[in-house]
């Protein structure tokens, strides 16, 4: 259990819903659409991040990426930062799993166990991130690489679906964040990351949040960042 700093929050709120459930062992799958996290703070602005799947944060219990998105946006004494009153997760995948990898076995039991169609968790999701970027200034993509064991058409087709919406809003602020690997940095590899070495948004979980770039998305859906703006 990960508690939330309640220092300069004021509230949280999430949809979370079980979507399978073994009665025999106990066993349950549930899925998250969304995550709102609201800060103390004198701004009236929403900031969405878009990741990969969520872990098994909610209102009450947090964890350890989401600790590290609201330390960010606390600490740093910016007007953009101030400016901001919800931070809202959302994910490519709505189905919860604190290890990505075990995402795709999760996904198969649902579809085994024909207790609910993939199809609809898929588009009810889709609709939240479609609600999320409306309601937001500002923008942040932060779901890196595909999982080991997982499908890439299925990751890429939802990846392209998120970037085809966002074009619709050109005056939305886009970011990634800037993130420094530690681990990396002490094995003498790269770890000053912008983008993945596949171009992919470098997601929170790999080291220290240093400051978001502005991005745009081009023609190619690549993800190209404006190194000279960082916030």
Sequence with gaps: MIAYDWTNIEKVKCHKEVVWKDLQHGDEIEKREYLSVT??????????????????????????????????????????????????????????????????????????????????????NRSMIETKISDSEFIVLAWGDCPIDFYATTYFREIEYVMNFLKKFEKKKTFIFHVENKRAKARGVAYDNELTSLKNPVHPSNGEIKSMIKIKIDALNRIIPYKHIRI
Excluded: W
């Design 39 to 124: 800060l103390k703070s004198s701004g009236i602005k929403q900031l969405t991040v878009i990741m990969m799947n969520p872990s098994n944060a909610d209102s009450e219990e947090s964890d350890a990426t989401i600790n590290k998105i609201v330390k960010h946006f606390n600490k740093n004494d910016n007007k953009l930062y101030r400016d901001i009153k919800t931070i809202n997760i959302v994910n490519l995948f709505s189905i919860c799993s604190s290890k990505s990898k075990e995402l795709n076995e999760k996904l198969e039991k649902i579809i085994l166990n024909n207790v609910i169609e993939v199809s609809d968790i898929i588009f009810s």
